[in-house]
């Protein structure tokens, strides 16, 4: 296959009955690719066409399901993007991208995206057939239906961009990454073949499809192997079991915030009767707690062609490394070449072009950040383990130093939370006079007990000890992939405060 409309038309083909969409409301393969075509249909005759950058704004449902496989449909570029930013960012964020439509779904159909000369879809009713293109309404059953396999995504090549998908981070401006047809299907057979997705399989990734987890650990996968694929409008903690042992899972996509969120507030008796065979993102306690035979721990990003490390976990299996099992990313994927640099950054490089993203697409068309060499720097501090194995330590640029000494942020995190025994953590930093930086650890949902962490501050290095332990009603996390917002940390309302370093102890450091 050369491009997502040739998997989309092939699946079809083999297996019309195939499951897909939202886990409670799922649909057949072979409506929602002929919604698509309909779409698509409309899409080009309203003046899209192939190479054109569309952007796709709503979170999960089964409308916006089918306008991202029509527009794999008709070869254009799909924007995914988060409809939870403010407007005026939004307004932002898409004027760089300068594309020929927007199509908005769910409540974000309202959103005005003023002063942005782009054509307007709210596909909110694509369920009925209705669309309204720049506030007026459409019947797509009024239009001829369409055959899938003419519609020109068909001659797409693989090293054409398929989407945009943009970062997470906590700063700045998100960043859009170009990603190949190419890229999706090679991520899509690597992690159908580590979870050994198969036609008897269902997967369920109910993370917010315009991240690369749920869609390319999970959706194109499942379609690659010919397995039902779910997900879910939102991700819900008291519902995530419950939906799994209904929709008959057989593997799960998450990523380290929502099983954090599992662990600490799902006992395993709500996961009675489940099937799931493999979960990724999983850790040991995770396994164990839910009685799943396999896991899969992996490192990567959006830019690193979604996933560059892999390894695989069997429940009872444990490492005994200070970061911790979900730290470990494993061994490279096949194609993808590592090194450090000399300030232990991890460096990528793919052996095989377009395997990772092209580059961050702006208003001047897509940049390329690799160097001369093809080398694409991480931002991200690596060591390898005795196996060969990548543990990630560490966000070069959400790190803490102290006194000249790099903070291990994940160990200490682990440390406190071990001896709270309850609520989450999160540790990061404040200016401080004599040793650049202090560390702060952030607490929900546990009282403060000034004994213990004051002994659990003890055992650690002086470096390593947070100067105060701040109580605080919530800690922010990226509504995508869960990745925790230290950033924001210190904007919070503070609950309770108990000071561990005293001016002496600084000094003495």
């Not at 991240?211 to 010919?226: D, F, K, Q």
């Not at 395997?355 to 001047?364: L, Q």
Request: some cysteine.
């Amino acid at each position: 296959m050369d491009n997502l409309a040739e998997l989309l038309i092939d699946r079809h083909r083999r297996s019309p009955d195939l499951r897909v969409g939202l886990a409670d409301r799922p649909l057949r393969l072979a409506d929602l690719l002929a919604a698509a075509a309909h779409l698509g249909h409309f899409l080009l005759e309203s003046g899209v066409r192939p190479g054109d950058c569309v952007v796709l704004l709503g979170t999960n449902s089964n409308p916006w399901i089918v306008s991202w496989m029509s527009l794999q449909l008709i070869g254009a570029e799909a924007a995914l993007t988060n409809p939870a930013y403010p407007e005026e960012m939004l307004r932002l964020m898409v004027g760089d991208l300068r594309p020929r439509a927007v199509i908005c779904v769910g409540d974000q159909g309202a959103l005005e995206l003023s002063g942005l000369d782009v054509m307007r879809i709210d596909a909110t009713e694509l369920d009925e057939a209705r669309v309204r293109i720049d506030g007026r309404p459409v019947d797509l059953t009024l239009s001829p239906a369409v055959d899938p396999a003419v519609l020109p995504g068909v001659h797409r090549l693989p090293t054409d961009v398929a989407g945009l998908m943009h970062t997470s981070g906590s700063t700045g401006r998100p960043k859009y990454c170009a990603q190949s047809h190419l890229y999706f299907l090679e991520l899509g057979r690597l992690m159908a073949d580590r979870m050994a997705l198969g036609h008897t399989d269902t997967v369920f990734a109910p993370l917010p499809l315009f991240h690369i987890n749920p869609l390319g650990y999970g959706i194109i996968p499942a379609l690659i192997a010919g397995a039902g694929a779910l997900t879910a409008d939102r991700f819900s903690a008291s519902g995530f079991w419950p939906t799994v042992v209904s929709a008959g899972a057989t593997a799960i996509v998450l990523h380290t915030g929502p099983i954090e969120i599992l662990k600490g507030s799902v006992d395993a008796t709500h996961a009675a009767g489940h099937v799931v065979r493999v979960c990724f993102f999983a850790d040991a306690e995770f396994l164990d707690r839910y009685n799943i035979p396999v896991g899969l721990a992996a490192y990567g990003s959006t830019e690193v062609g979604g996933v560059s490390h892999l390894r695989i976990w069997r429940r009872g299996d444990r490492v005994d490394h200070p970061e911790g099992m979900s730290r470990v990313g494993g061994a490279p994927r096949p194609g993808i070449e590592t090194r450090l640099s000399e300030r232990g950054e991890l460096e990528v490089r793919a052996a095989q072009p377009h395997m990772i993203f092209e580059g961050y697409a702006g208003p001047d068309g897509i940049r390329s950040p690799l160097d001369a060499e093809g080398w694409f720097a991480t931002g991200d501090a690596v060591r390898f383990d005795e196996t060969g194995d990548l543990v990630f330590v560490e966000r070069l640029s959400e790190s803490i130093r102290v006194g000249g000494e790099y903070v291990p942020i994940p160990f200490v995190e682990s440390h406190f939370a071990k001896e709270l025994g309850g609520g989450t953590v999160a540790l990061w930093s404040e200016p401080d006079a004599l040793r650049g930086e202090a560390a702060v650890l952030y607490v929900a949902g546990s009282p403060l007990d000034v004994a213990s962490l004051r002994a659990a501050s003890a055992r650690l290095p002086k470096f390593m000890r947070p100067r105060r332990v701040v109580l605080v009603g919530e800690i922010p996390r990226d509504p995508g992939v869960g990745k925790i917002k230290r950033r924001e940390l210190g904007e919070l309302a503070v609950l309770d405060e108990v000071l561990l370093t005293g001016t002496a102890d600084k000094a003495a450091s």
